[in-house]
């Protein structure tokens, strides 16, 4: 770890002026809380024996919404620009529910720290359903009563994040909330997301916002092999993945042969749908190895992949792995960022990395710290090849209930000891409040 912010000026090459750096959670994995908010889709999905790896649930998580302040502090001493958080929409359908994100975003306002709301990370209130066109009309009444409250000392907005995982784990797999076993006839929720996503664009437009983007997640598909059926499968798990969800924003078009799936009247959706983003959000973790269906189940980082899927998702070999067995391949986020602006040119707006980190034990985790330097190095080669990069966040400031695994993945710059509360800076703490403590330096000359 670097003692001096001078070395790691020297380690981590010099990103533009007003870069914006932070670091990001989400509400239901720290907030805690249960009682004093509506229950969601996870508070259903938790309470069924099976569903969480260690049988946990989210009600006290990370205390959030009692120790905020220490968190706030946390923020501080690390010298982030931005915290990127997530309003839970159960809690501000309860009475006085807004009333925690005033006193958060005061927070953050007094420590310098910019706050940057997600106004969707997961937590459906539960008796909504994304199978439903009505919920996208529901949320953008959500929105607008946010950005009512807030929008006087908030500016930088994100709508919804990762629609890909949410459709996928929760609505086709079923191994996340709502837990639906759905396959492709899960492609409604998808359609849903993004029309919500549009609404709440012009929701956030009709309340003077200027600064809105969204939190997709994307990687790299890799083919297994050149064989044609490995391309072809790998071909069709890029579009399920990363078009679906990048081309109706970006282009205002579904891939080839997915609109005529979508409910509703398609083309006048999309023209909600794609309303202009100011920036495009990009959450990257790693590229995904892609071959021809197996005709079994594959298990493959937690989650089941069932055999009449039409792609095998196979391990990436010779790569060093997380402690969640994810790989560590920084230059798939180059990778990523070049092909983007190669396939969307001048549609593609300005990016904001919102997610990217690694789950780590251990209070000394030089893993992790070399998970983020060479993360950030990967970016900054992307930034030379000509892609306008504005900011990167890392996943994430605590250690967190991780949705499925529980309590058993730590992804946090801190430590937290979920039976005392205590909380406890990492080495990658010291080490990212070094790099920025630098990239301050180098800018003020």
């Known amino acids: 770890m670097a003692n001096d912010p001078r070395d790691a000026a020297n380690q981590i090459p010099q990103f533009p002026a007003g870069f914006l750096w932070g ?153 996340h909330a709502p837990g639906k076993q759905l396959l492709f006839d899960a492609l409604p929720v998808a359609h849903h997301q993004l029309l919500a996503h549009g609404l709440a664009v012009r929701a956030l437009r009709a309340a003077g916002a200027t600064d809105i983007g969204v939190a997709n997640s994307h990687g790299p598909t890799w083919p297994a092999s050149q064989e044609p059926a490995d391309l072809e499968a790998a071909a069709f798990y890029d579009v399920l993945l990363n078009r679906l969800f990048a081309e109706p924003l970006l282009l205002g078009e579904y891939p080839s042969g997915l609109g005529e799936l979508m409910p509703g009247d398609v083309a006048s959706d999309l023209k909600v749908i794609s309303e202009p983003l100011d920036w495009y959000g990009v959450n990257y973790y790693a590229p995904t190895r892609v071959g021809a269906p197996q005709g079994t189940e594959i298990e493959f980082g ?105 309590y058993e993945r730590r992804f946090g710059l801190v430590h937290v000891d979920y039976a005392t509360q205590e909380r406890t800076p990492k080495a990658s703490y010291g080490w990212l409040r070094d790099v920025l403590r630098a990239q301050a330096l180098r800018d003020q000359r």
Request: charged letters at 25%.
């Open 23 to 175: 670091v990001s959670t989400s509400a239901h994995q720290i907030e805690g809380a249960v009682d004093e908010r509506e229950p969601s889709v996870w508070d259903v999905f938790t309470a069924a024996p099976g569903h969480v790896k260690d049988g946990s649930t989210a009600a006290v998580a990370c205390d959030h919404y009692h120790r905020y302040r220490e968190d706030v502090a946390l923020l501080k001493g690390l010298g982030v620009d931005a915290y990127r958080f997530s309003v839970s929409w159960p809690r501000v359908n309860a009475t006085g529910g807004l009333d925690f994100y005033d006193r958060l975003v005061d927070e953050l306002l007094t420590a310098g720290v910019r706050p940057v709301p997600t106004l969707f990370h997961w937590d459906l209130p539960a008796g909504l359903d994304w199978l439903e066109r009505d919920t996208a009309s529901r949320f953008a009444d959500y929105v607008s009563v946010v950005v009512d409250h807030l929008g006087d000392r908030v500016k930088k907005w994100i709508t919804l994040n990762e629609p890909a995982e949410h459709t996928l784990l929760g609505h086709a797999l079923g191994t």
């Open 302 to 406: 937690g989650i089941t992949m069932p055999a009449e899927l039409p792609f095998s998702v196979q391990e990436i070999e010779g790569v060093p792995a997380t402690d969640f067995g994810w790989p560590v391949v920084p230059e798939g986020l180059t990778e990523l960022l070049t092909d983007f602006k190669d396939r969307y040119g001048d549609r593609l707006p300005p990016v904001v990395i919102t997610e990217n980190g690694c789950s780590y034990e251990g209070l000394d985790d030089q893993d992790r710290i070399a998970y983020l330097d060479g993360h950030i190095r990967a970016l900054h080669k992307a930034v030379e090849a000509g892609v306008d990069v504005r900011g990167y966040f890392v996943w994430s400031l605590l250690d967190n209930f991780e949705w499925a695994e529980g």
